[in-house]
């Protein structure tokens, strides 16, 4: 199996960009396009979110693919990446994977 250096840190890192941009783009960007005419906002804002957007599920794929989080937690991962709150939510789920994988590259590492 090839060693993968993915880190279960950047995916939560890239969760919390998607996460903020999304609420950016629902909260400020959606109303600027209805309320005040600037259809602009929300296509560079748009723009931001779907590359954070599939930043963040390339995140989980090769988390997933790593052994780094279990199939059940990538499928939540990517199911709260649609919802506004969601991927804050679910990074509480792997603080633990995180603390796991920094034990082993200290045991490794030291």
Do not use: Q
């Amino acid at each position: 199996m090839p060693n993968w250096k993915y880190k279960v840190g950047k995916m939560r890192i890239i969760g919390m960009l998607e996460g903020v941009s999304f609420l950016i783009l629902m909260g400020v960007a959606m109303p600027l396009k209805y309320l005040a005419n600037m259809p602009l906002a929300v296509t560079y804002v748009g723009w931001i979110h779907g590359i954070l957007f599939i930043g963040y599920c390339t995140s989980i794929l090769l988390a997933l693919a790593g052994g780094r989080i279990s199939w059940w937690k990538s499928v939540m991962a990517f199911l709260a990446s649609l919802l506004p709150f969601g991927p804050f939510v679910i990074d509480r789920k792997f603080e633990a994977d995180e603390d796991r994988e920094r034990l082993s590259a200290g045991r490794t590492n030291g």
